[in-house]
């Protein structure tokens, strides 16, 4: 979130649109002081030897809101980690677990390093090292806190944090469910790697689905035609503009940090993937046209521009040549408040961070859940269901006297497998929580998207703390 023209750090920030929205709810200040409150901030340093020396690191855990257990949130590996930051994205988490109905409480970690200066053996040093003073202070735990992949950290690390706590933990028989993320051969699940993006798309797809949302922006419903710019071709954006490419939208422009592309009828994903792949960048891709600075394909014709790359980049500098008539929020933090402003006034629909890139942590919670059943999805009732529709098909069949073809019968008959079920919980959530979301801004008049999820997650825990009752 910007700091720019205000005064505010990032949780402030974070506290001032909570405040926006805490207006439209029911709820008395004390309620809405805890809900807001960071409820244990855990601040540690700790030595680890590198090469001859002895580096004393600083790192974080803070759990925001224990309405909810366990604690969910990512870890970040970056120099610019400090408390404030973590607090906000600690927060963040809150709202957003609520949003898309994850019965977690907010948390995040980080560690104030820049991950490219050491050696792989080094980084395991790190990670095995953070998850031990996190054990210590009972910071982790698939009951407690379970963090998952953020900046600067991956499935990797994942796979480094749960040896350490099974090893710490032994006979504990959940130790695996202690994080996310995960490889699949160490206990992830199918699925998590695109789910990001895959939220984004179905968010995305569901609002233009919506003819209300559509006629007020004068433009027809459906993701088909529709012209899509997108910025960071990295996990987030490239599955983005993969199910956009494949649901017939026109990826017509693409910003990554070399430079940007343009090209009114259409990029082709996978081809421009393989360019970038042999020449090391996205520029001089056959039929587009480059764009030096790329910061400026974020101003180019387009009906649905996706920022999935960093903060701050639609600001009050650009925000009035932006030519979208829908910004997706893939990245966090994308748009700065001033930026909000300027877009809302213009009737641009913004979707805002909060939900629309919720699918990560929708996917982190299935492996949780995977992890304390200790059984795959879909492993019990696959060959059920195959069975079932078969002797459906067959009385089908044998009732019309005519047989569906071979490609039609494997269809029928596809049982549900582990990355199926995965995608449909997925996209269940993000329709429902769009749709609820909706309602929330329509009934109670709330101009904007984000202030309208805001609420509907200030509801959910609200509610939650008034039933859970004040302890003695
Ligand atoms: P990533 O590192 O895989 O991708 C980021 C991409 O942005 C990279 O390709 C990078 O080259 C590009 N980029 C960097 N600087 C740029 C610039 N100036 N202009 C254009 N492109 C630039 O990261 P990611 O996992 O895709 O995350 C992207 C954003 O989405 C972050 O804000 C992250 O916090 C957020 N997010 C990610 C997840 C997830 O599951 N990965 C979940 C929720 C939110």
């Known amino acids: 979130m910007s700091t720019e023209n205000n005064h505010y750090s990032f949780f402030e920030g974070v506290e001032r649109n ?6 439209y709810t029911r709820f008395e200040q004390g309620i809405l002081e805890q809900i807001k409150a960071c409820n244990s901030v855990y601040r540690m340093k700790f030595p680890v030897r590198i090469g001859e020396t002895v580096e004393v690191i600083e790192a974080y855990r803070i759990q925001h809101s224990h309405h909810k257990l366990p604690c969910k949130g990512g870890i970040r590996y970056s120099m610019d980690v400090n408390q ?34 050491y050696t792989t053996y080094e980084l395991e040093k790190i990670t095995r ?3 031990a003073e996190l054990v210590k202070k009972n910071f982790i735990g698939a009951g407690i806190d379970v963090p998952a992949p953020d900046y600067g950290t991956g499935s990797r690390e994942m796979s480094w944090i749960a040896d350490t706590y099974a090893s710490l933990k032994p006979g504990d028989v959940d130790a695996m469910g202690c994080v996310t993320g995960k490889p699949v051969s160490q206990g992830g699940v199918r699925g998590r790697t695109e789910a990001t993006g895959l939220g984004v798309f179905y968010g995305l797809r569901e609002l233009c689905n919506t003819a209300e949302e559509m006629a007020k922006l004068g433009l027809s419903t459906g993701v088909k035609d529709k012209k899509v710019i997108v910025q960071g071709l990295g996990n987030v954006g490239y599955h983005a503009a993969k199910y956009f490419s494949e649901a017939g939208s026109k990826l017509v422009g693409i910003a990554e940090y070399e430079g940007g592309l343009y090209n009114a009828n259409g990029l082709d994903l996978e081809a421009l993937v393989a360019h970038r792949k042999s020449t090391g960048s996205i520029l001089n891709f056959p039929g587009a046209t480059n764009v030096t600075n790329s910061a400026e394909v974020l101003e180019m014709e387009c009906d649905i521009l996706i920022p999935a790359a960093l903060e701050n980049v639609i600001n009050a500098d650009n925000a009035d040549r932006i030519k979208a008539k829908i ?10 408040p001033e930026a909000d402003v300027i877009l809302n006034a213009k009737g641009v629909i913004v979707v805002p961070d909060m939900y629309l890139n919720a699918g ?44 569906v073809s071979d490609i039609e019968r494997k269809q029928i008959m596809h049982g549900p497998d582990e990355v199926d079920l995965v995608y449909s919980g997925l996209e269940d959530t993000m329709i429902g929580s769009f749709q609820e979301i909706r309602e929330t801004m329509i009934s109670l008049n709330i101009p904007d998207l984000r202030t309208a999820a805001f609420v509907t997650a200030i509801n959910k825990i609200g509610v939650s703390y008034e039933e859970l009752g004040i302890f003695p």
């Open 129 to 131: 090292r953070y998850t």
């Open 360 to 403: 990560g942590v929708t996917v982190s919670y299935f492996e949780w859940l995977k992890n304390l059943s200790h059984v795959r999805y879909g492993r019990l009732e696959k060959r059920f269901s195959e069975n079932q529709s078969g002797t459906i098909l067959e009385s089908v069949e044998a009732l019309t006297g005519k047989k």
């Open 84 to 117: 404030d930051e973590v607090m906000a994205l600690s927060a963040l988490m809150t709202y957003k677990c609520a949003i898309v109905n994850v019965p977690f409480g907010g948390a995040k970690g980080g560690i104030k390093i820049n991950p490219k200066k």
């Open 18 to 23: 909570f405040d926006k929205a805490a207006k």
């Open 327 to 336: 910004i997706g929020e893939a990245a966090n933090g994308p748009l700065t």
